[in-house]
């Protein structure tokens, strides 16, 4: 799963005719204009904490943020009009049904009676009451070029000689960088804990590290390694889990422990075939509900209750959560996928969200025939670009709706790569992949703040959380427009977007300068309000 991988290692067209949403009161939207990337914008130096937890929502001309212009969409065209439920698939590590946040918003299948041991609607899936757990009590897996080494019957031998090269580059890469881990950890605690002392609080940020005037030495080499530490956008406390992790990987990948592992055996199916359904449970929060941070987070971002001052908001604010964990610690199987998506489809959903990914995918076909299934059932499907600083119009990054990198099997799935909340040269995200053909759009995916496990709130980032920034702006067009379709939804928010009128940083090289065109297909980044207002009118024609 690319998506969860910490990132320091490494846009109207005219549609065919369609019908407006549910709604009670009457909007003049002839006298609203789209939003346009100002030429000349005061941008703000730092976002203080309300406007950081919230970024993704403000908007680029009021605020000077490259928000998507949600609050404004909601408080000039959405006022007072009511839309219908829109039943959002979330397909990855685990959700946190429980949350406080997201209690109200999770799916609950009616034709399900709880606990009976019953499949009282004959979905092939027992007591499904908010969605179904693929992975069972899986929670670590081999990345895919590991099961490939393993397995070298499940590809090609081209494919088979890539994933060993691969395996071969990470044992390096761990001989190398396991010290380099070790040693950043190691002043990383060190430094904390003297700041820890020197501000007397556990938790601290950035800017009151800065406030820091002491003139003795070691203070002062602690709060410079702070301040580089935070570079990497998050918590010291979440730097030092990600630093240990990537020991741990290094430490197995060196010992050889990374391929002798069988993490699939519990589960009890065969991953190799598809006609293999009868594995998993009922449990969408997982066997431990802390290892659910991401599929939670993702859910907040879509759908967390607005405005109930608890935590942050979520885009959408008449949705329903489905919980579909099929995405573990390690790289998700292709038929895992396959079948979440079938099930997402088959009980409802209108949008699907994926924020995973991968460099191999075996069993691709599986998947190619989900989406277009999805496709059949005009569902949408939301899915992360990747970040691994890549051009995956060159790069392979599953799953994908096209075969060759260059013609869609289907209309149905758009690709989102990630943007920073500053509006200059570093507004795309340095982890972000990109692809002129294979990436659609862009949307805020550094530091979002939103839900994860046990009632907690978290900054995270990545193309992981720009994908259900859209996917939350799609359930909303879908909420209020529920007679567009899946195609002119990806389509409008593809097209309704703001272009971008100057270049910026490739991977974080100020060396490398693009115009966001060159980026994207679209060169756009989404705007809930332009989105709202595109798919009003088309809803007219």
């Not at 999805?374 to 995956?392: C, P, T, Y």
Request: aromatic share 8%; net charge negative.
């Amino acid at each position: 799963m690319n998506s969860i991988t910490p990132f320091f290692i490494a846009t109207f067209s005219a549609l065919v005719l369609a019908g407006c949403g549910t709604q009670k009161a009457y909007v003049n939207y002839n006298k609203f204009t789209p939003i346009t990337a100002p030429l000349n914008v005061k941008k703000k130096a730092t976002l203080n904490e309300t406007e950081l937890k919230r970024w993704s929502h403000l908007d680029l001309v009021k605020d000077t943020i490259p928000g998507m212009s949600v609050d404004k969409a909601y408080n000039e065209l959405l006022k007072n009009r009511v839309g219908q439920k829109v039943i959002v698939g979330i397909v990855d590590s685990g959700v946190d049904i429980e949350h406080e946040d997201l209690k109200s918003v999770v799916w609950t299948n009616a034709k399900e009676i709880a606990g009976n041991g019953i499949d009282d609607d004959n979905n092939g899936y027992i007591d499904d009451v908010h969605g179904w757990n693929f992975l069972g009590d899986i929670i670590k897996e081999n990345l895919e070029y590991e099961r490939i080494v393993k397995n070298p019957s499940l590809v090609d031998e081209t494919t088979y000689q890539e994933a060993k090269a691969e395996n071969d580059k990470k044992i390096a890469e761990a001989t190398a960088g396991k010290g380099r881990y070790e040693e950043m950890l190691s002043a990383l605690k060190t430094s904390d804990e003297l700041l820890v002392k020197e501000l007397k609080k556990d938790n601290y940020t950035a800017d009151e590290v800065k406030t820091i005037r002491s003139k003795v030495e070691e203070v002062v080499n602690a709060k410079n390694t702070i301040l580089k530490m935070f570079s990497f956008g998050m918590p010291i406390k979440d730097l030092k889990e990600a630093l240990q992790d990537e020991i741990e990987k290094a430490n197995e990948a060196l010992s050889g422990e990374n391929l002798k592992q069988d993490y699939r055996k519990v589960l009890g199916d065969n991953p190799n075939d598809i006609t293999d359904t009868k594995y998993g449970n009922n449990k969408v929060m997982g066997p431990d509900k802390n290892e659910a941070v991401h599929g939670t987070h993702v859910s907040g971002i879509v759908g967390q209750q607005r405005y109930n001052n608890i935590g942050g908001d979520g885009i959408a604010n008449n949705v329903e959560i489905m919980a579909i964990r099929a995405v573990p610690d390690g790289d998700e199987y292709d038929k895992d996928i396959a079948l979440a998506i079938r099930y997402a489809v088959d009980n409802g959903a209108k949008v699907i969200n994926g924020s995973f990914g991968k460099a191999y995918s075996p069993q691709k076909q599986w998947v190619f025939e989900a989406i277009k299934y999805a496709a059949e059932k005009d569902v949408l499907i939301v899915h992360a670009a990747g970040n691994s600083s890549k051009d995956i119009d060159f790069f392979d990054n599953y799953p994908n709706d096209s075969e060759d990198k260059k013609t869609e099997i289907s209309d149905n799935l758009i690709t989102v790569g990630a943007l920073n909340f500053e509006f200059n040269n570093k507004l795309v995200a340095k982890f972000s992949n990109i692809g002129k053909i294979n990436v659609d759009v862009f949307a805020p995916g550094v530091q979002i703040y939103a839900t994860t496990p046990n009632d907690s709130y978290k900054y995270l980032q990545g193309t992981s959380m720009a994908s259900p920034n859209v996917a939350g702006v799609a359930a909303l067009i879908r909420s209020y427009y529920p007679k567009l379709s899946a195609s002119q939804v990806k389509h409008i928010l593809m097209d309704s977007g703001i272009s971008i009128p100057f270049q910026v940083a490739v991977g974080g090289n100020s060396k490398d300068e693009r115009l966001l065109s060159d980026l994207s297909k679209t060169g756009k980044i989404v705007n809930a309000y332009n989105a709202i207002l595109m798919a009003n009118k088309m809803s007219k024609k």
